[in-house]
């Protein structure tokens, strides 16, 4: 009887398990929303204001972004044919050479971004894959479409693309990669990353 | 009896004449009379931007298949893709609609992607980028500056 009791109990607490972790896979939307509200709260912290606080709040800003992207898989996708060529540490390399290039790329409009309002538009969810359209409106009410494309990878949902405006970013570096590769090489690629990395 | 040779003459001239014809307005209309070849894939889109059945499908710049046709599903373009049976297209491929010149006509483009799956007759590519509107953002750009 007893044994019958802790069994029950048992599986209840299983079950109840098994539904919170549906309840939290299937947001989309939710992990996007966490990971842009972290990332405003730290730009509006005015603590972190000051200009000599400057690299612990992109420190901060670069490891919020973290947590919700891919790189590899990013890189990946942005190297497309010629990622299979290479050896697991160019691979290596190659993954936080093309995260720095985005952070160099994007991290001044995200800390110039005064946060005036987000709009979480739709989430369309198809298997292990979502895409949740964001819109956001700046200060001189203009609005900036971006489409978070993102896959499940365990219980998570990790950032593997961006649109903004409509145009895919990892669409758009695939064919500047592509082009270097094919015109000159993959080091001179390597290279081309490196010497925009020494430029700041 | 030579009478009736001119006239088979002519008849056959004629025939040859209209088969011809047929010939070349398949040929110039690009109908397929002779089944399919090649295999079908589809991919929606937020925005064709006018795209129309028929258009070119490019890798590369390379003409390689053609825009089969074009149907509205859940306020979405879809839109079906005829592609050769040896081309192969990865699962993370991505179809873009882009435009010739900044005036000119619409066109899809694929560039391929680095998976190791690849997409199946009937299939669906995920990765889509919609038509850009250039008008639209010439305009933001003009106007976001006051």
Known sequence: MRFHSTVRGFSIFLLVLGISALVWAAEPTDRIKQTTDKILSIVANPQLKDPSKAPERRRLIRSAVDERFDWEEMARRSLAQFWAKRTPEEKKEFIELYSDLLERTYMSKVEDYSGENVLYERETIDGDYAVVKVKFVTGKNKDIPVDYRLRKKGENWLVYDVSIEGVSLVNNYRRQFGSIITQSSYENLVKKLKEKAEEK | ?146
């Open chain 2, 1 to 146: 009896m030579k009478r009736f040779n001119l006239e088979l003459a002519v008849g056959l001239f004629i025939i040859a004449g209209i088969v011809c014809l047929g010939y070349l307005s398949v040929r110039l209309g690009k109908m397929e009379i002779l089944g399919e070849r090649g295999y079908e894939v589809y991919a929606f889109f937020s925005n064709t931007g006018g795209l129309k059945a028929g258009a070119p499908v490019e890798i590369a710049g390379v003409d390689v298949g053609r825009v089969k046709n074009i149907n509205l599903e859940n306020y979405q373009a879809r839109v079906a893709l005829n592609l050769p049976s040896n081309l192969k297209i990865q699962e993370d491929a991505i179809v873009s609609i882009r435009t010739r010149g900044l005036v000119g006509e619409k066109y899809i483009e694929i560039t391929p992607g680095g998976s190791e799956n690849v997409v199946r007759p009937g299939q669906r590519i995920r990765e889509t980028q919609g038509s850009v509107d250039l008008e639209e953002l010439i305009s933001k750009f003009v106007f976001g500056k006051i």
